[in-house]
């Protein structure tokens, strides 16, 4: 399942989005540093109106979305690395997830204190960064002396040891050191580290309600950080997001229609987080079951059926595949088959967004 650990400087509005992204699990969020002292967990499913769609066409007898684990990890603040605050617990957590969601504090409010004292989103995003490039020197300087010594009798230690400078270099300069481009076999030397700066990462700026359509100023200075950084940015309104959790589905699109919105932050952090992880979604449907299945880009169709069950990728045949489009438009998988849209695809064949695959393999 795929993991996005939520971080942020303390009064921040990362709790109260939390919150609202998993209605269901009861975080805390006060007005104070550290209201979150252990990780919170929660499992969303990921909104998909076409399982629906292709539910009645089938009358299926469930609908299983894909999920995703969001964790709400406590505020961060200057000195983490070195232990202050709750640092090195909560540093340590932030290893454990596939893409960092930072929310960033874009409202002003005199009601709630901000850590620092002032809004201002870049110095909070550099505070941030400053705490995760330093634990990351800090892993990378235990790991590289004994990498030397390894390097003496091992070619994949001296090219570990190559991996390991360059990074360090990077970092030195602060920079992420996502910023430095590896080899897939480079990026299996490092994957133990576990490093903080080279996770993907989003930035939520978290507005007011007046400024979700649009943004403001602040926004407009995290867009163009991350845009040197190869980061995603998403505007959303942990006040909206809490508002929103005790609305009717119609209320809730009347609700952000009104605010100039087509969708709540859950949809857009999702997509923001499987554009920025290269994921894809294909589906199965029949009588059964609709169900989603979160995959790779650039998997191949046994490689996807293999996401359902191991032995679907061994014993791999062929997948019959049509178009979610095409499927829909012609109403049944006889109708699309008889408009010879329905597909025979091989070993060799890329799964690609919303395909719809019915596998045929050997036990």
Known sequence: MLRAGIVGLPNVGKSTLFNALVANIAAQAAN??????????GVVAVPDDRLAVLSEISKSASVVPTRMEFVDIAGLVAGASKGEG?????????????????????????????????????????IIDLELGLSDLAQIERR????????????????????????VAVLNEGQPARSVELTEDEELLIKNLGLLTRKPI?????????????????????RELAATQNAQVVIVSAQVEAELVDLSEDDRKDFLEALGVEEGGLKSLIKATYELLGLRTYLTTGEQETRAWTIHAGMTAPQAAGVIHTDFERGFIRAETVAYADLVEHGSMNAAKEKGLVRSEGKEYIVKEGDVMLFRFNV
């Open 86 to 126: 709750l640092g090195n617990q909560f540093l340590a957590n932030i290893r454990e997830v596939d893409a960092i969601v930072h929310v960033v504090r874009c409202f002003d409010d005199d009601d709630i204190i901000h850590v620092s004292g002032s809004v201002d989103p870049i110095r909070d995003i550099e």
């Open 32 to 41: 104070f540093p550290f209201c979150t002292i252990e990780p919170n967990v």
């Open 202 to 222: 989003i930035y939520a700026t978290n507005v007011s309600e007046d400024d979700l359509a649009e943004g403001n100023a602040w926004v407009t200075s995290v």
């Open 144 to 167: 590289i002396d004994r990498a030397r010594k390894q390097a003496r009798n091992s070619k994949d230690a001296q090219a570990e040891v190559e991996v390991l400078e360059r990074l």
